[in-house]
């Protein structure tokens, strides 16, 4: 990881979000941001430290949360 825990988090958390907010996909602001934040978390534990990775893999996870709800 190149940039302490915290920021890669929060860097990560921002573009996912910002995405989603951009194309009008937030609803439900709690729910989107659990779904984002369990990702990160998911693939940081896994040891993934890239944020746009993280980000993208968020988003997809959010994606997939949608379409099966």
Do not use: Y
Not at 43 to 68: C, D, P, Y
Request: charge should be neutral.
């Amino acid at each position: 990881m190149s940039q302490p825990l915290p920021l890669l988090v929060e860097n990560s958390l921002q573009i996912a979000w910002d995405f989603l907010e951009r194309s009008g996909e937030i609803a439900d602001p709690q729910q989107t941001a659990e779904i984002l934040l369990g990702s990160i978390k998911t693939q940081i534990l896994k040891g993934e430290g890239r944020t746009l990775m993280l980000s993208n893999k968020a988003i997809a996870a959010f994606e997939r949360h949608r379409k099966a709800a």
